[in-house]
């Protein structure tokens, strides 16, 4: 089956830093990926909405220039968190919607840790 | 290995009658569970959760039921509208980790 993947799995960084965190889609070209948030025992948060070529579609209340995407190609989506802060740490997943056998169907990876000291 | 089941890909219910949705795990850790709804293009809403110290819990029309020795979970609608013909993904939450189901589209027939 389809699978999508994001890398790095989990990340520490210090305040200040930027972070970037790929989503890619295995097997197939996700036209759409989507980005969440997840805070401990909360349900996602869904950030932003990216299609392949062009600006990502945020959410109310998510800041574009803290929060860069970029999907450059049909099985890469990009999140990058510029200036970390502690309170950006937190569990981010993404998924893909895209053509996989004869139907569209959405795929979720496996979700980033990211922890900022 | 899948640790998160959705073995119905769909499933197609009279306007008015229940729908079921079933979901089976295979670790017996995960600390709660989710019940998420997706329309096409559409990122995932959520719908009703369940701690994994409960068996049961309601909200208006979505009832999710947690079967626990069976390691098998369910969510009923009930009456199903029209506007439920989506997908429907279960999801259980683990060491900060969420593992999603495949997913079941529901379709609900005039």
């Known amino acids: 089956g389809a699978v999508v993947s994001q890398h790095p799995s989990w990340v520490i960084c210090k305040s200040g830093t930027s972070v970037k965190i790929e989503c890619r889609s295995l097997?197939?070209?996700?036209?759409?990926m989507f980005w969440y948030r997840q805070f401990p025992k909360q349900s996602l948060m869904l950030m932003a909405t990216?299609?392949?070529?062009?600006?990502?579609?945020?959410e109310q209340g998510v800041e574009k220039d803290k929060f860069l995407i970029n999907h450059a190609s049909l099985t890469l989506s990009t999140l990058t968190v510029t200036s970390a802060h502690p309170e950006d740490s937190s569990f981010y997943i993404c998924?893909?919607?895209?053509?996989?056998?004869?139907?569209?169907?959405?795929?979720f990876g496996p979700g980033t840790r990211l922890t900022v000291t | 290995d899948q640790q998160v089941k959705q073995n119905s890909p769909s499933l197609s219910v009279q306007e008015g009658r229940i729908s079921i949705l079933n979901c089976d795990y295979t670790?017996?850790?995960?600390?709660?569970f989710l019940w998420y709804k997706k329309y096409p293009a559409e990122g995932p809403t959520f719908l009703i959760s369940?701690?994994?110290?409960?068996d049961k819990n309601e909200d208006g029309r979505f009832t999710v039921f947690l079967n626990k020795s069976a390691k098998h979970l369910s969510l009923h609608i009930v009456p199903s509208q029209p506007g439920d013909s989506a997908v429907y993904f279960c999801?259980?939450?683990?060491?900060?980790?969420?593992?999603f189901g495949k997913g079941t589209r529901l379709h609900i027939l005039p």
């Open positions: 999801a259980a939450f683990r060491d900060d980790k969420i593992i």
């Open positions: 097997d197939f070209q996700a036209t759409t």
């Open positions: 990216s299609n392949e070529g062009s600006k990502a579609t945020y």
């Open positions: 670790n017996s850790m995960f600390d709660y």
């Open positions: 998924s893909a919607d895209g053509l996989a056998g004869s139907s569209y169907e959405q795929y």
């Open positions: 369940i701690s994994s110290i409960k």
